[in-house]
């Protein structure tokens, strides 16, 4: 049985979180340059997000450029802001097609001009899509969204809009870049690397975490599947024990 058959569509996941890794190193074991890693990762876009979409899942989030990415070599990150311009472009067809939803979370000021605009204009265009919601992490890092939060609800303190006592878990998330975003249920990262790298820390608190050794670019429509069978098979217990859940 093939893992799409497997899937109880009553129980999906509400939001699947992906941290999609391992271009570079795809192209490597083909004797190419990152960037052809990063163009075919885009391929790997399309499809995942259009099998959730098919699916029913309602909010997919994928971490496409991290705070700490502006790191990388300069022709590269360059390059990657032209490969996002690009892929803004042609998406545009795909997402109204299957009536995605575009979002956005991260450091937007730090985003080149060029790169903003294309974005604007396919959240714009996109806005009353409700299938699902697609929120593109950009210059993100869940550190500094943490620190822009405590900015922004100390500032509230200091002039009375909210007073001391009042801050509680709902107000934290509601200064999030994700305040729309239902948690996640699902995090996925591929490439073999076990780690967060800064992705929404706070967000993930209660997320089933799912591995595999597959690289982006190699990531199908099938390895979605798996990784919700996978999850559909795991108990969330949530602080409680298995005998209270049934
Ligand atoms: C993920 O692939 C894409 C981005 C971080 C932009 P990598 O570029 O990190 O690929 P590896 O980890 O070097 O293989
Ligand atoms: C995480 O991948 C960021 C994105 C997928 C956008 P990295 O490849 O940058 O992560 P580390 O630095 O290896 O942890
Ligand atoms: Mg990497």
């Known amino acids: 049985m093939s893992f799409k058959e497997q899937i109880n569509t009553s129980r999906l996941p509400n939001h699947i979180a992906i941290i999609m890794d391992g271009n570079g190193r795809w192209a490597k074991k083909r004797g190419r340059l990152r960037m052809f890693g990063h163009e075919n990762g885009t391929k790997s876009v399309s499809r995942t997000v259009e099998a959730a979409a098919e699916l029913g899942v309602s909010h ?44 956005a979370i991260g450091n937007m000021d730090a985003l080149p001009n060029k790169v903003l605009i294309e974005l604007n204009e396919v959240i714009e265009k996109t806005k009353t899509n409700n299938r699902l919601v697609l ?27 909210i007073s001391k006592e009042k801050i509680d878990e709902s107000v934290i998330n509601e200064h999030l870049y994700t305040q729309n975003l239902p948690d996640v249920d699902l995090l996925i990262r591929t490439s073999g690397e076990q780690r967060i790298s800064n992705f929404l820390l706070w967000q993930i608190a209660y997320a089933e975490l799912y591995f595999t050794n597959v690289l982006w670019p190699d990531f199908t429509k099938e390895d979605l599947y798996q990784a ?12 409680k024990t298995s005998e209270q859940l049934n």
């Open 228 to 239: 919700i069978v996978n999850y559909q098979k795991r108990e969330r217990r949530f602080g």
């Open 135 to 161: 929120t593109l992490a950009l210059s993100y890092g869940s550190r500094e969204e943490l620190v822009s939060v405590v900015k922004e609800i100390s500032d509230k303190v200091k002039n009375n809009i």
């Open 60 to 103: 997919m989030t994928l971490y496409a450029f991290s705070t700490e990415n502006w790191n990388r070599p300069k022709l590269e990150v360059q390059t990657l802001m032209k490969l996002l311009i690009k892929s803004l472009r042609k998406e545009i067809e795909t997402l109204q097609k299957n009536n995605i939803k575009l979002n």
